[in-house]
């Protein structure tokens, strides 16, 4: 087959369903697993950092570089299987060992990421997991008690996931070292690979869970100041009745208002819409696990829906009265707008009445000028015929005041038919 009629990323989009693929991993086994998040501007991370980064560990162990380009990256380090894989908010360091330390989570087994260079990080640890897998003990006594003696007893979950092939269990909490530990007790027989992919969902969930909870940080941050603008915009909408108070005046304040949710929205709108994703990443890890409750114990989609669920309520609640309270000042200001285009149309009425007034008063006062003007005319034109008529008017015996007197009648008869015409031509 011939490539020229291949799309130019078939193949690209292909690999990337194979890009991460599960670890294999023997019992028994303990894992390691640690995520870096840059507190801020992390979609805009400098992925350049993170590989230099991963480069300087895989340099302490003499191991080969990834891809300039590449997004995840498996290989050796010392003892240890490393898997690191680069999201879109953060990154992911995965240290996979063989054996189990005698002392349950031991601090030790976390050294394969030197404290020196996570300080180094371009980041912040997020999270840090200490994984112990051990075979499944014949009796669920035996594993109760030894989960008694690991776990906070308040806290415990644990289950029975993937049609029984594993009891896995934590408390999520965060013990003195500042790690989180998962125990998985796997049954004789189970593969490697279901192994691994158990391990890797565990991780999965506590990340995804760790992210989606920054949105309720934020959440909180952002109801404080909504709770400081929610009167403002309640006051201003109860005074849009009021004729105390200028609209222009009021609809300025509106629009800061308006303007500030604007802003809180587009600073806001990229974490919640995350927080959402996460969430939903975490139902659907904890749903493939398949659970199955153990000697009365809560499973993990209880201890989510107890403890988890109702902070992203929250954080939905919050992203709601947000959007609610951009649509009532939008609708306020909407409502003010037409108030005051109400308004100015008034005005703008009263003012044309006022300027029909004023035009018919020059009317008037234009006519009496029209008037008086026929007035002076006739009287210079009188006084020009006077000196036409006066030789004639001796001829004929006639004084020069009766001729005066016979030539004003036809002359102011004369002016005012004039300026009419030139009146009547001109509308």
Same mark, same amino acid.
């Given at each position: 087959?011939?490539?020229?009629?291949?799309? $130019?990323?078939?193949?690209?989009?292909?690999?990337?369903?194979?890009?991460?693929?599960?670890? #294999?991993?023997? &019992?028994?086994?303990?894992?390691?697993?640690?995520?870096?998040?840059?507190?801020?501007?992390?979609?805009?991370?400098?992925?350049?950092?993170?590989?230099?980064?991963?480069?300087?560990?895989?340099?302490?162990?003499? /191991? %080969?570089h990834p891809q300039p380009e590449a997004t995840h990256f498996s290989g050796p380090?010392?003892?240890?299987?490393?898997?690191?894989?680069?999201?879109?908010?953060?990154?992911?360091?995965? %240290?996979? /060992?063989? /054996? &189990?330390?005698?002392?349950?989570?031991?601090?030790?087994?976390?050294?394969?990421?030197? !404290?020196?260079?996570?300080?180094?990080?371009?980041?912040?640890?997020?999270?840090? =997991?200490?994984?112990r897998v051990e075979e499944m003990p014949e009796t669920e006594e035996e594993i109760l008690a030894r989960l008694t003696e690991w776990f906070v007893p308040d806290s415990l979950t644990a289950s029975r996931v993937i049609d029984g092939a594993a009891i896995v269990a934590a408390d999520f909490r965060i013990d003195p070292a500042g790690h989180m530990r998962f125990a998985v007790f796997v049954r004789p027989g189970t593969g490697k690979r279901r192994v691994g992919r158990i391990v890797q969902r565990l991780c999965e969930i506590e990340t995804y869970r760790s992210m989606s909870m920054l949105g309720l940080m934020r959440a909180r941050a952002l109801t404080a100041r909504l709770n400081e603008l929610d009167p403002k915009l309640s006051n201003l909408v109860e005074a849009l009745d009021h004729t105390d108070r200028s609209p222009e005046a009021a609809l300025h304040d509106l629009l800061e208002i308006s303007s500030e949710l604007e802003r809180l929205a587009v600073q806001f709108s990229f974490r919640f819409g995350a927080t959402a994703a996460y969430e939903a990443i975490v139902n659907n890890r904890i749903q &493939?696990?398949?659970?199955?409750?153990?000697?009365?114990?809560?499973?993990?989609? !209880?201890?989510?829906?107890?403890?988890?669920?109702? #902070?992203?309520?929250t954080v939905k609640s919050t992203e709601s009265r947000l959007k609610a309270l951009a649509n009532r000042s939008?609708? %306020?200001?909407?409502?003010?707008?037409?108030?005051?285009?109400? !308004?100015?149309?008034?005005?703008?009425?009263? =003012?044309?009445?006022?300027?029909?007034?004023? #035009?018919?008063?020059?009317?008037?006062?234009?006519?009496?000028?029209?008037?008086?003007?026929?007035?002076?005319?006739?009287?210079?034109?009188?006084?020009?015929?006077?000196?036409?008529?006066?030789?004639? %008017? !001796?001829?004929?015996?006639?004084?020069?005041?009766?001729?005066?007197? &016979?030539?004003? $009648?036809?002359?102011? =008869?004369?002016?005012?038919?004039?300026?009419?015409q030139i009146r009547k031509q001109m509308h």
């Open positions: 087959m011939s490539t020229d009629t291949d799309h $130019p990323q078939r193949y690209a989009v292909v690999n990337e369903l194979h890009a991460r693929p599960f670890p #294999a991993l023997s &019992v028994p086994c303990h894992a390691v697993y640690v995520a870096i998040k840059e507190p801020k501007n992390a979609q805009n991370r400098d992925r350049d950092r993170d590989r230099a980064h991963l480069v300087e560990l895989l340099d302490r162990h003499g /191991g %080969a380090i010392g003892r240890h299987e490393l898997k690191w894989e680069s999201h879109t908010e953060f990154v992911t360091y995965s %240290a996979f /060992g063989e /054996g &189990v330390s005698k002392r349950p989570f031991d601090p030790a087994e976390a050294e394969v990421f030197p !404290e020196d260079w996570l300080a180094r990080a371009n980041g912040k640890r997020l999270c840090s =997991l200490l994984i &493939v696990l398949r659970e199955t409750r153990i000697n009365g114990r809560q499973t993990f989609a !209880e201890f989510m829906m107890r403890r988890y669920d109702p #902070a992203m309520r939008e609708n %306020a200001a909407e409502l003010l707008r037409t108030r005051v285009d109400v !308004e100015r149309s008034a005005q703008n009425q009263k =003012l044309l009445e006022s300027m029909d007034k004023r #035009a018919d008063l020059q009317l008037r006062l234009q006519r009496t000028v029209e008037g008086l003007s026929v007035v002076a005319i006739s009287y210079y034109a009188v006084n020009l015929g006077s000196y036409l008529a006066y030789p004639l %008017a !001796e001829s004929w015996g006639m004084s020069k005041g009766i001729a005066t007197a &016979v030539l004003t $009648p036809p002359v102011l =008869l004369g002016v005012w038919l004039l300026i009419r």
